[in-house]
């Protein structure tokens, strides 16, 4: 546990550093989303009955991370190895953390996130799980709105220089150096598993 933690850690470090040289270019959906977007992300503490649940997939972690750390947003992640890695990581770029997923620890981890998104917190989910398949949705995230009666924010993130991870389940992407990296917020609203899954995979 405490490597996993320790590797964790200079993940976030290095990270936090390289993914310094990264510009952000925002495309909304439907423009009347942007106050609301902007307003949420602008709140230093808990917001009950405002907060927004924000959806990405793992393949756009990296390009997503860097733009949303210190804005008061948990993130619920996976109980394996792997995720204790993670965690450290995203916790060292400015995020709380929640641990659970659909495979180990799911109903765990959907119980400590409706519980802070009760609370007024932020929160982000990559929707594809720990496994995939890549770009299905799981239900975890429409539960977590549901429960809570909170909207979901879709999120792509798209960098214009990149490399991509091909032998990785999700194809993860990392931004290169000085790029600049389009984030298309998607309409924020109620969705169903399935329509979250076709909102996200037409957002472009």
């Known amino acids: 546990m405490l490597l996993q933690q320790l590797a964790g850690l200079l993940a976030g470090f290095l990270y936090k550093i390289y993914s310094s040289t990264f510009s952000y270019e925002l495309v909304f959906e439907d423009d009347h989303d942007r106050k609301k977007f902007f307003g949420d992300l602008s709140c230093t503490g808990p917001t009950p009955g405002q907060n927004l649940i924000y959806a990405c ?15 008061n947003i948990c993130i619920l992640i996976s109980n394996s190895k792997d995720g204790q890695i993670l965690a450290s990581a995203v916790e060292y770029l400015g995020y709380q953390t929640v641990r659970g997923s659909s495979h180990r620890g799911g109903v765990a981890g959907l119980i400590a996130s409706v519980r802070k998104v009760k609370e007024g917190y932020k929160m ?7 496994r995939g398949p890549i770009y299905k949705v799981k239900e975890g995230i429409t539960a977590i709105s549901v429960k809570c009666q909170r909207p979901i924010v879709p ?50």
């Open 124 to 130: 982000t989910v990559a929707v594809d799980g720990p």
């Open 155 to 204: 999120i792509r993130g798209y960098p214009f220089k990149k490399y991509v991870f091909q032998k990785s389940w999700n194809k993860a992407t990392l931004p290169l150096p000085f790029t600049t990296i389009k984030l298309v917020i998607g309409k924020i609203d109620f969705y169903s598993t399935k329509e979250l899954e076709e909102k996200m995979s037409s957002l472009s």
């Open 57 to 71: 997939f793992h393949q756009d972690d990296l390009s997503c991370l860097p733009y949303f750390s210190y804005k």
